[in-house]
């Protein structure tokens, strides 16, 4: 393979720059031409294609978001729509693709493998961490810190005024970055899509521990798992307490990748490449177990994540 191509779609995560460093250096490293799409499959199908060399990614190892840039394309499901993505690849004899999103982003990748033969590599970058197939996605460790830094802000002004806080975080479908950062935070109350909870029995545990003299309580709640404004209504109705709201939002998708995701990004790259390299078959790159693998599309979108519901229970028992 002699020319490749990188690029980032849906939401952003930190580590993806770091990601798209590494695509380029270990495709320059085997001799491979390697070129950045700019604004994902929009900017594919718009040909916004630039070749890229080591200067091209130097100094953004350390830098949020990514500098490709970033879109989300509802239109390239359409097949006619991913013929002229085709086509730009084609024009500048581009070979392999590599893909860093979501499962949106994946599903992309997909079609352009099955239907017109592009050797695709998706990498998973999304914060969620919600792709069943691999322990962890990329940014998802960055974010939770982002998360864990706030909570222990929190804590601090909540202790001194004795006060419940209610932070809310991104999760729309997956409260792993609530569970995470909750139970890495000590929060006493942790809210997930995938569990159901109690406001009764939570209200009631909030009484009960202010009688044994503990004044403030942490409520770490996923976006997905219920409207923020009815659950502090609720709460004060049983307890009489005025429950403080903070919405992190965008804040958890910015800031430098840390350590973890760094080198995750290095390893998902290097796998990425070598397989185009190779000419393997279209696949879905993460990590199990410690180890990088390979998986095709298909059995990437198949598996059901499953929520880590004793995590979430040594939360609760650990907040008691």
Avoid at 23 to 33: E, G, Q
Avoid at 217 to 234: C, F, M, S, Y
């Amino acid at each position: 393979m002699k020319k490749i191509a990188v690029l980032t779609s849906g939401g952003d995560s930190p580590g993806m720059n770091a990601c798209i460093r590494a695509v380029v250096r270990t495709a320059l490293f085997h001799n491979i031409d390697v070129y950045g799409v700019e604004r994902g499959y929009e900017g594919l199908i718009n040909g916004e294609i630039t070749r890229l060399n080591h200067r091209s990614v130097s100094d953004i190892i350390h830098k949020g978001g990514t500098f490709l840039k970033t879109s989300r394309c509802p239109e390239f499901k359409d097949l006619e729509v991913q013929k002229r993505g085709v086509y730009a690849l084609s024009a500048y004899g581009i070979e392999g693709l590599v893909v860093i999103g979501g499962d949106g982003t994946f599903r992309g990748a997909k079609s352009l493998s099955d239907n017109f033969g592009i050797k695709v590599m998706g990498i998973p970058g999304t914060i969620d961490n919600d792709l069943a197939y691999t322990d962890y996605t990329l940014g998802f460790d960055t974010t939770v810190n982002t998360v864990l830094w706030a909570i222990n802000n929190l804590r601090d002004t909540m202790h001194s005024h004795d006060r419940v806080s209610l932070l809310e975080v991104m999760g729309r479908h997956s409260g792993d970055i609530a569970l995470y950062s909750g139970i890495a935070g000590g929060a006493e109350y942790i809210l997930v899509p995938e569990v159901p909870y109690d406001l009764d029995e939570i209200a009631s545990s909030i009484r009960k521990s202010s009688l044994r003299g503990k004044t403030s309580n942490t409520i770490v709640l996923a976006e997905g798992a219920g409207d923020r404004e009815e659950i502090v209504q609720k709460l004060k109705e049983k307890t009489g307490i005025n429950v403080k709201v903070t919405v992190l939002g965008y804040i958890q998708r910015g800031g430098s990748p840390n350590m973890a995701d760094r080198v995750l990004a290095a390893k998902f790259a290097i796998k990425a490449v070598e397989m185009l390299k190779n000419g393997e078959n279209s696949s879905a790159i993460g990590i199990k177990n410690n180890k990088i693998i390979a998986v095709d599309f298909e059995k990437a979108f198949s598996e059901k994540k499953e929520f880590d519901k004793e995590l979430l229970e040594s939360a609760r028992i650990l907040g008691l």
